[in-house]
């Protein structure tokens, strides 16, 4: 009998060594390569064409039920996820430890189950005891949740299948599940995708809405195999800086909807509270205008947010290395553009410290923020404040060009909405129904100077 071979799985990016090392070769973590069970090896003279059952195929036209969504009962919620949950769907929802993930599922569950359907809420990390204090401190102890706490996947499918299947199943968190049919320890690469795949195929079965919480690296990944997130119908992540109150619930993910849609969200004394505007959250209501200072347009799925970059240079006397600090935005892009400045308009940075922040904990990504930060990085140099009233957007290329982005329409429409005047941004940008004094910058070199032109 052939010797059986060792097999180490690393647990934060499931690449598979063939022996132990401190550091996972692939992803460079320490101590995250754990024995696992070896797979399988079928021989050659096993047949898979032969003994099984004949699939029966449909055709693309087939008459089929119309998608029939159910609503969570947060409106924040339901846009993120395109309008609902959807039967028979299994939902990964990752983010940091406290950041309010097991508050906006019971607060969703509450409202579930007040409407009369059926809701089975699974514990893995806290007692039942715990929940129902966080559900009192909500104003949910009257609602009629099916509540355990329990980590053996096994007794939880033994225990649906002698009742109704629920409207909505959560687990909270997937990587405390474990299965006795797979060997290792419960958050392992084997029993997290294993266990998910029981959970899912009972999902896909019954028409259950699932939702599975997933841990998180310290890099903010889902933590357990990648191949899990391609399992699910939807992944989303709820951010959020602890200084901050706001959250923000982003679809990574969606099999039945937009991606990139968010749902932004207050933490409360009372839970998580809506918040419909989100624009309002991210501009600061100063009463004079300061240099450094730029509003920006940016657009999240279908949505427009307006939010404030601040920045701030500071000279230095001595030959010291200048320090860059950002907050909020791609220090990589923030060097970039730097470079920009300095090579193509002529303005001095190397010999002064850099510090760019976006206001109210929020992250962009949008590389029309280009403009917005070019903006407050001339001001703050020049020590000129901004107009209270305008916008900035573009995306800048290397050769010091503003080009045009998607949806500038959409981007001053809102910034009209909410009592803006000015907006400055790409030549080509479709500004005849927003209502505002468009003005098209074509070049960076345009940008610095009408900052350096402003009174």
Avoid at 202 to 216: D, I, M, S
């Amino acid at each position: 009998m052939a010797k059986t071979k060792r097999r180490y799985v690393c647990q934060n990016c499931g690449s598979v060594s063939t022996r132990w090392q401190g550091q996972c070769p692939d992803c460079s973590e320490w101590n995250t390569l754990v024995e696992d069970a070896p797979a399988t090896v079928f021989s050659m003279k096993h047949d898979l064409s032969s003994g099984g059952r004949a699939i029966a195929f449909e055709a693309l036209d087939a008459p089929s039920e119309p998608l029939v969504r159910l609503p969570t009962g947060l409106a924040e919620f339901d846009r993120a996820l395109g309008g609902g949950l959807v039967p028979g769907s299994a939902i990964l929802m990752g983010g940091e430890p406290g950041i309010g993930k097991s508050t906006l599922l019971l607060q969703s569950a509450g409202a579930v189950a007040k409407r009369g359907l059926s809701v089975v809420y699974l514990s893995g990390e806290e007692a039942a005891g715990q929940v129902r204090m966080r559900a009192g401190r909500l104003g949910l102890a009257d609602a009629p949740i099916k509540l355990a706490s329990a980590t053996s996947v096994r007794d939880l499918l033994t225990t649906l299948g002698t009742m109704d299947p629920p409207s909505l199943l959560i687990v909270d968190s997937i990587q405390t599940m474990h299965s006795d049919t797979i060997e290792g320890a419960p958050g392992t690469v084997s029993q997290v995708r294993g266990c998910a795949f029981e959970l899912i195929r009972y999902a896909k079965e019954n028409g259950v809405a699932l939702v599975l919480v997933g841990h998180v690296t310290k890099d903010g990944s889902i933590a357990g195999p990648r191949v899990l997130e391609h399992m699910v119908d939807v992944v989303m992540s709820f951010e959020g800086e602890r200084s901050h109150q706001y959250r923000i619930l982003r679809a990574l993910k969606n099999r039945f909807g937009a991606v990139d849609e968010i749902g932004v969200f207050a933490m409360a004394g009372a839970g998580l509270e809506e918040v419909g505007n989100p624009s309002l959250l991210f501009l600061s209501g100063r009463e004079e205008p300061l240099a450094g200072s730029a509003v920006f347009p940016a657009l999240e799925g279908t949505r427009p947010v307006l939010v404030e970059i601040q920045a701030l240079i500071v000279r230095l006397q001595s030959g010291a290395t200048p320090r860059r600090a950002v907050v909020g935005w791609d220090s990589g892009r923030l060097a970039m553009l730097l470079a920009v400045l300095e090579s193509r308009c002529g303005l001095n940075f190397s010999s002064a410290e850099v510090y760019l922040n976006v206001a109210g904990g929020y992250r962009l990504s949008d590389p029309a923020a280009d403009v917005a930060v070019a903006a407050a990085l001339v001001s703050a140099l020049a020590d000129k404040p901004l107009p209270t009233h305008a916008v900035w957007f573009g995306e800048v290329s290397l050769a010091g060009e503003i080009r045009p982005v998607s949806h500038s329409g959409l981007r001053l429409r809102e910034a009209a909405k909410l009592g803006f005047g000015i907006g400055h941004g790409p030549t080509e940008a479709d500004a005849n129904s927003s209502g505002l004094n468009y003005r098209g910058l074509s070049r960076l070199a345009n940008l610095v100077d009408r900052v350096m032109a402003t009174a």
